[in-house]
């Protein structure tokens, strides 16, 4: 089963930044809309980000609008999302998946072959 590798995560101060990666070793994802997720202790799985194939379109989630930015570099089939001005409340594992219809965009409701997630811890 295709599924891709998220990886970046780490503790990090209030304020701080982070970037995380998602890579695909069996699957090209220039083909796909990607999407970043991520789930809180004791909370349900919230869609933070997506970013279409061609990288023209991107959606943000109201928590994360202003802080976090999604992009791609097709080349290194990678997708990566920039977190600027970190808070507690961004701790969170943090998941990225593909469209699961090739030639969907932004935004986006249906999602396949999730990563195992990486840990984002913000404290002081």
């Known amino acids: 089963q295709l599924q891709l590798v998220e990886s970046g995560g780490g503790s990090v101060q209030p304020g701080g930044s982070l970037r995380l990666s998602c890579a695909a070793s069996?699957?090209?994802?220039?083909?796909?809309?990607i999407g970043w997720f991520r789930q809180a202790p004791g909370k349900e799985r919230e869609g933070i980000s997506c970013?279409?194939?061609?990288?023209?379109?991107?959606t943000y989630g109201d928590s994360v609008k202003g802080r976090f930015t999604i992009s791609r570099d097709n080349a290194k089939n990678t997708v990566y999302l920039r977190m600027d001005r970190l808070q507690p409340d961004d701790t969170a594992i943090y998941y990225c998946?593909?469209?699961?219809?090739?030639?969907?965009?932004?935004?986006?409701?249906?999602?396949?072959?999730w990563g195992q997630g990486t840990q984002v811890t913000v404290s002081s």
């Open positions: 998946a593909k469209a699961y219809l090739l030639g969907s965009t932004c935004p986006n409701d249906q999602w396949d072959s």
């Open positions: 069996r699957l090209t994802l220039r083909y796909h809309t």
């Open positions: 970013i279409s194939s061609d990288g023209g379109s991107t």
